[in-house]
């Protein structure tokens, strides 16, 4: 999946085509179900939790193993044998991907990419669309399926990222933030290269500041966009968003201090957010009604420039899933099904952060 920095930008403008095929394909002999598109079924219309006020309430993940490079749990980690179920639009899949990335662990953990279209069936798999892949492990058309071979009484939402063990064939563990830890502390043997083993997102000495900022973060911006995009009253969609605009403020603040959100390192607390403020202006601020713009705070737009020119982390982005998942999937919000072209948006300009590093 090379989509490159230009490739990211003219997305925006073009919805280009780029095929993508799982490099694991050719060694699996997929079932007939699996061969056939999933039917998305527009009349299957995608809800989400909701308090009685009209507050959006995000289900707590079931499936929680731990894998251990010592093999301590039930689970070893090992080359080869654990698979990532994951979308390209979800944020939350997306850090999965981008931690996979940066520690150079693509040849140690395959990985699908479900339909970016979601209806109220849950996620499907399709060799139809571009950047989508059948489902290579278990041959299942939707993603409940895979749910229902690790427990076939599961009934709960059926969520991405899904980290899955080829060995057992059951699911590990279905908590993204869970997942990224692993992949950054418990898969160092089977990094590509000793500087991406070297790599530690969550270091001890910086644990205390980054479960802060994730914990005031990731309920004021990550999780309150969709408190504000998916509100179903007034009151909650005032107390969401005037949450969000609070959280870039002081996101802002800190950055016209630091380089990185805990400092001049690099952090798990970065990679967190960096997948919310990619698909910011593209999708929260029109369609989640989130209406202020990344590129309006200069210090937040150069902070997103950086970490999306580091090396690998661009081949993580695919603006078009994003762009017509939300738009496409959420006839609640948007029930013409209409996908917007842009905003036009270049994440390629010099970001001129590196001048933080000495202050």
Excluded at 86 to 102: E, F, I, Q, Y
Excluded at 139 to 165: F, H, K, M
Aim: include cysteine; aromatic fraction near 12%.
């Amino acid at each position: 999946m090379k989509h490159g920095l230009y490739t990211l930008y003219t997305r925006t403008r073009m919805h280009t085509q780029h095929m993508y095929m799982c490099s694991d394909y050719t060694r699996f002999t997929l079932t007939d179900t699996a061969r056939q598109m999933a039917d998305n079924d527009p009349n299957a219309e995608l809800k989400f939790p909701t308090s009685t006020k009209g507050e959006f309430v995000r289900t707590k993940s079931v499936f929680r193993d731990w894998i251990t490079a010592d093999g301590s749990s039930a689970y070893k980690s090992e080359s080869g044998r654990y698979h990532l179920y994951a979308s390209l639009a979800c944020p939350w899949a997306h850090r999965a991907l981008a931690v996979r990335k940066l520690k150079g662990l693509e040849q140690a953990i395959s990985y699908d990419v479900v339909d970016w279209f979601l209806d109220g069936q849950g996620w499907s798999f399709t060799d139809k669309k571009a950047d989508c892949t059948f489902d290579t492990v278990n041959g299942c058309s939707r993603l409940r399926e895979v749910y229902q071979i690790a427990n076939p009484d599961y009934d709960g939402r059926i969520t991405v990222p899904v980290l899955w063990d080829k060995q057992q064939k059951t699911i590990v563990n279905n908590e993204s933030s869970e997942i990224i830890w692993m992949f950054n502390s418990e898969f160092n043997g089977c990094c590509s290269t000793a500087e991406q083993r070297m790599l530690d997102f969550y270091p001890e000495t910086l644990r205390k500041d980054i479960d802060g900022v994730i914990r005031r973060y990731n309920i004021m911006i990550n999780n309150g966009v969709y408190r504000s995009g998916f509100a179903t009253s007034q009151e909650a969609y005032d107390a969401a968003v005037r949450e969000v605009f609070e959280g870039l403020d002081k996101v802002q603040h800190i950055l016209s201090k630091t380089r990185y959100l805990t400092g001049s390192n690099l952090t798990e607390a970065d990679i967190r957010l960096f997948t919310t403020l990619i698909r910011f202006d593209l999708v929260y601020v029109g369609h989640f009604k989130c209406n202020k713009r990344i590129i309006d705070y200069p210090n937040m737009w150069g902070y997103l420039r950086e970490l999306c020119q580091i090396p690998g982390v661009a081949d993580t982005v695919n603006l078009e899933h994003v762009t017509k998942h939300y738009m496409a999937s959420h006839a609640m919000i948007n029930p013409t099904r209409i996908v917007s072209i842009g905003p036009d948006i270049d994440f390629t300009t010099p970001h001129g952060r590196e001048a933080m590093q000495k202050t």
